[in-house]
């Protein structure tokens, strides 16, 4: 289920839609180094992807600091409502999953 965020107090007189302008919002996600995740660091807007990616070099990454920049149009994002969490199976509900749930036997000793 998606929601949309309320605007802040004083940002009505600053709105203007930039879809009919043809500039999409992008949503831009970085990885600093190999093996860590991607991380999302803010929005941009763009005509086009190829536009998206190099903006998003200029704007969030300084002294070759990105390996990896990924832009994704912001309306191919989904998101649910937080209200929503209640209907998920929490995950601390699932004691498997941590390494205290298992009894560890006394030959391995310390880990």
């Not at 919002?25 to 970085?30: A, D, G, L, P, S």
């Not at 600093?32 to 995740?37: H, K, N």
């Not at 309306?75 to 699932?94: H, V």
Request: hydrophobic share 35%.
């Amino acid at each position: 289920m998606a929601y949309s965020v309320p605007p802040m107090e004083g940002d009505e007189d600053h709105q203007f839609n930039t879809e009919k302008a043809g500039w999409p919002m992008w949503e831009v996600f970085i990885r600093q180094r190999r093996g860590m995740s991607h991380v999302h660091c803010g929005s941009l807007h763009a005509p086009d992807p190829e536009t998206a990616v190099q903006n998003a070099r200029d704007v969030y990454t300084r002294r070759q600091e990105g390996v990896s920049i990924w832009v994704v149009p912001s309306n191919a994002i989904t998101a649910f409502d937080p209200e929503d969490a209640a209907d998920y199976i929490d995950a601390n509900a699932k004691p498997y999953r941590h390494a205290t749930y298992y009894d560890i036997p006394e030959e391995v000793g310390h880990m």
